[in-house]
T-cell receptor, first 115, second 114 residues
Framework: AQSVAQPEDQVNVAEGNPLTVKCTYS??????LFWYVQYPNRGLQFLLK??????LVKGSYGFEAEFNKSQTSFHLKKPSALVSDSALYFCAVRDNTGGSYIPTFGRGTSLIVHP | NAGVTQTPKFRVLKTGQSMTLLCAQDMNHEYMYWYRQDPGMGLRLIHYSVGEGTTAKGEVPDGYNVSRLKKQNFLLGLESAAPSQTSVYFC?????????????FGPGTRLLVL
């Protein structure tokens, strides 16, 4: 079975400060992990993913995520937040065992960047 | 490429009415999905398809039916709409090259059932 948790419904950060959006997961095998962003009244857009290899993954718009196997986490980070980063962020996981190609999404975290 | 498109963008239904939501993709993707998004619930999978002519149930399939007669289209039907089906519906597609493949999402359909 696979599951993902985003423990924060909302994250507030000042523009220019670093931001972190948390995600933890549970899988039977090895995980494939994804981050998506949803701007108001839009569909989800892919940001980045972890398959294998380097634990630090770089993605679109200056975002990066760190895979931590021991803590089963895949937190999204950005060194300097922009007001335009304000959006809803979703973490998703697929388990590479069991043959399921259907990802499980977290409930989403609303990121609010204050000017 | 238009990517994933959804029709209509917004619809108001009365309880008991029926409607069909259309999803179309021009990326030749094998897999297609229908999700609903509700506040605090994230994305929940309704139905999905792994290829033309095949469909399968997701997490919340009750009250919905789907069809995939053509590879590029995935239709979601509501036979008798209920207020609990008020939601934003998203279609997505992906290739079948591997479990690590990214999903591409449409812009969504807002449905209000009165």
């Amino acid at each position: 079975a696979q599951s993902v948790a985003q423990p924060e419904d909302q994250v507030n950060v000042a523009e220019g400060n670093p931001l972190t959006v948390k995600c933890t997961y549970s899988v039977s095998g090895n995980p494939y992990l994804f981050w998506y962003v949803q701007y108001p009244n839009r569909g989800l857009q892919f940001l980045l993913k972890y398959i294998t290899g380097d634990n630090l993954v770089k993605g679109s718009y200056g975002f990066e995520a760190e895979f931590n196997k021991s803590q089963t986490s895949f937190h999204l980070k950005k060194p300097s937040a922009l007001v335009s980063d304000s959006a809803l962020y979703f973490c998703a996981v697929r388990d590479n065992t069991g043959g399921s190609y259907i990802p499980t999404f977290g409930r989403g975290t609303s990121l609010i960047v204050h000017p | 490429n238009a990517g994933v498109t959804q029709t209509p963008k917004f619809r108001v239904l009365k309880t008991g009415q029926s409607m069909t939501l259309l999803c179309a993709q021009d990326m030749n993707h094998e897999y297609m999905y229908w999700y609903r998004q509700d506040p605090g619930m994230g994305l929940r999978l309704i139905h999905y398809s792994v290829g033309e002519g095949t469909t399968a149930k997701g997490e919340v399939p009750d009250g919905y039916n789907v069809s995939r007669l053509k590879k590029q289209n995935f239709l979601l039907g509501l036979e008798s709409a209920a207020p609990s089906q008020t939601s934003v519906y998203f279609c997505a597609s992906s290739t079948n090259r591997g479990l690590y493949e990214t999903q591409y999402f449409g812009p969504g359909t807002r449905l209000l059932v009165l």
